[in-house]
């Protein structure tokens, strides 16, 4: 654009020189008269133009690679992840992003650590994989991290890529949070009432009888968290629901670029579904096989980078104020070994290793997802058992005793 207005002046100014005010050349008037073509010329410019750059944003930011090559990504709205596979399948036209518009994104600056920002994660596993026992777990424990492990009630111990009762019981044991993922990995949003009882209160029931207090519910495939029928009955029988796709949770659900919201009510005043709320607590599914897509892991460590780290902005003042929730599924010693076991969705345990390593190296501190609570008067989130002064909601939530509730 500089050289293109540029041009334009040193053009308009030559044949002005050249022709009709040749003359004028040497007049006193002519060095203010050029001087003011070149002002008007210059504003004028700023105005025509104003479209310019953003027309060249908008083309920077759409050449991005196609899922063929390319990393799986976000749309401007908040960034969020679309890793496509099992649990967002139902989400279509998605934009992908680069491993470079992830990097500038972040300023560059996405390996190390950042000032005094408090950097948090909450890892999470879906289904019920036994490889995530066989796999993650060690790795898990390395480092010290534990994971909130969603389960699908009904199948477990139905198969032996399946976990049983007792593998269960051990994760529990060393300071895993069970959660429920139903009874049958259903499409919530498809349901008869009769069978979203079953489903969700069912799955409540189930996991009770064999002493698992499951106080969230995980909506598999991220379907039924935008319908009233299905949240309501989630409210009855649940603390809280996690659903998807973003990035990062925010605490006073404010952060969402489209869906303005003031707080996490779970309706709007107009009736409908909030985007984040307690029963709709957003996540990033992540892995880099899958059914649909091939990715390869250093591919998918960028987007890991970016996702964790996204959070700085939203934490830079040393408050809790936005988590990045990252699912995992089931996990394969190798990515040549992918074979589908009914919407199978990977990531390569070297890949797992890396990206624990990472969070390890770089101080983040991991959070299991019932350390949320929720203050039903202000409509936020807070975070149990963390130094108040690292909370980000500490002035409404101050007053709550942490750490009790379900
Ligand atoms: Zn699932």
Redesign the pocket.
């Given at each position: 654009m500089k050289i293109y207005r540029a041009t334009i002046i040193k053009s308009v100014c030559h044949r002005v020189n050249r022709t009709i005010l040749s003359n004028l050349k040497k007049s006193p008037y002519f060095q203010t008269f050029c001087s003011m073509s070149v002002v008007i010329t210059i504003v004028m410019m700023l105005v025509i133009g104003n479209s310019f750059p953003n027309m060249a944003l908008s083309r920077s930011l759409s050449q991005t690679p196609s899922s063929g090559g390319g990393i799986p990504g976000s749309s401007s709205r908040a960034s969020a992840p679309n890793i496509n596979g099992?649990?967002n399948q139902s989400s279509s036209a998605t934009p992908v992003y680069s491993s470079q518009a992830a990097s500038s994104i972040l300023g560059g600056n996405i390996s190390g650590r950042v000032g005094s920002s408090s950097k948090i994660v909450m890892i999470n596993f879906?289904?019920g994989y036994k490889s995530q026992l066989i796999y993650a777990k060690p790795i898990l424990d390395k480092y010290g991290f534990k994971a909130s492990f969603?389960i699908?009630c009904g199948k477990v111990a139905t198969q032996p890529y399946w976990m049983n009762w007792q593998d269960i019981a051990q994760l529990n044991k060393d300071g895993m949070d069970i959660e429920s993922?139903t009874m049958t990995?259903a499409h919530l949003n498809k349901l008869s009432t009769n069978a979203l009882t079953y489903e969700i209160g069912g799955s409540k029931q189930c996991f009770a009888s064999h002493g698992f207090n499951t106080t969230i519910l995980?909506y598999?495939?991220n379907l039924g968290s935008d319908k009233p029928s299905v949240v309501n009955l989630v409210a009855q029988y649940y603390n809280l629901g996690r659903s998807g796709t973003d990035p990062l949770m925010f605490l006073n659900c404010n952060g969402y670029a489209k869906d303005l919201q003031t707080d996490c009510s779970t309706y709007l005043a107009n009736g409908k579904l909030t985007h984040a709320n307690r029963y709709d607590i957003r996540s990033a599914s992540f892995y880099h096989i899958s059914n649909k897509h091939n990715f390869s892991p250093p591919e998918m460590f960028q987007v890991f980078l970016q996702i964790v780290n996204s959070q700085i902005p939203s934490n830079s003042n040393g408050k809790i104020n936005a988590i990045p929730i990252i699912v995992y599924?089931n996990l394969t010693t190798s990515i040549q070994d992918y074979t589908p076991i009914s919407?199978a969705s990977s990531t390569t345990v070297d890949l797992f290793a890396q990206e624990m390593k990472y969070l390890h190296d770089n101080g983040f501190k991991v959070l299991l997802l019932n350390q949320f609570g929720f203050d039903p008067t202000n409509n936020v989130f807070y975070i149990k058992n963390v130094p108040s002064s690292a909370n980000g909601n500490t002035t409404k939530a101050a007053t709550l005793i942490r750490g009790t509730s379900p």
């Open positions: 099992i649990h879906d289904d969603f699908v993922h990995h995980g598999p495939l599924h919407h």
